[in-house]
């Protein structure tokens, strides 16, 4: 394993750990929007909105089927009926999240901080703990380095050994002169 392939995989570990804070920032905020759905009543106040469109769209149905003798109603993308049956289509719950609330709350400003800084750490050890592992003489000693931190390199330390030598060399091809030899 070469310092290279170190870094490699330890610019590989900070995504997944970048990924694994993602994904408990993405918990963390469905945990808060549920509690804040159900605070605001959005279920209940959806509900009462749904039945009141559908009720609207019934009645605009039959006057449109009593009058279709009479002027014709063509159903344009953005007419009342298109939309009603947009709104009803779509989940009015998910519309009103999608359009109608804006979570500017506290506990919100504070989960996206606390991920900000997570993920602002992450980068920063991870430039650090790289800078470290470049700057040691051998691969060797960043191994060693990483196992100090806590890192699991047996993974990598399967496939190749970590040494300072990272390929093979056959000294009969150097054409350096033998010890002991008479260069005469």
């Known amino acids: 394993m070469t310092k290279r392939e170190l870094v490699k995989w330890l610019e590989d570990k900070r995504e997944e750990a970048l990924a694994n804070a993602a994904e408990q920032y993405r918990a963390a905020v469905k945990l808060h929007n549920e509690s804040l759905y159900t605070k605001i009543e959005l279920e209940k ?5 749904r039945m009141h469109l559908e009720n609207a ?13 009479d002027v014709s109603i063509p159903s344009y993308y953005n007419g009342v009926e298109s939309q ?16 109608d609330i804006d979570d500017d709350t506290a506990e919100r400003k504070a989960l ?23 700057s040691l003489r051998t691969a060797k000693l960043a191994c060693e380095y990483l196992e100090s931190l ?16 990272t390929v093979e060399v ?9 010890k002991g030899a008479n260069n005469g």
């Open 112 to 134: 996206s901080k606390q991920y900000g800084d997570v993920k602002s750490k992450i980068d920063g050890n991870y430039v650090n703990v790289i800078a470290n592992v470049q």
């Open 170 to 178: 056959d000294t009969r091809y150097l054409f350096v002169p033998a």
């Open 57 to 69: 769209h019934e009645e605009y149905t039959r006057w449109k089927e009593k009058h279709k003798e």
């Open 45 to 49: 106040i959806a509900e009462a909105v």
């Open 150 to 165: 806590g890192f699991d390199i047996t993974k990598i330390s399967e496939k190749k050994e970590c040494t300072a030598l």
């Open 84 to 99: 009603l049956s947009s709104m009803l289509n779509n989940g009015i719950k998910a519309l009103m999240i999608d359009r």
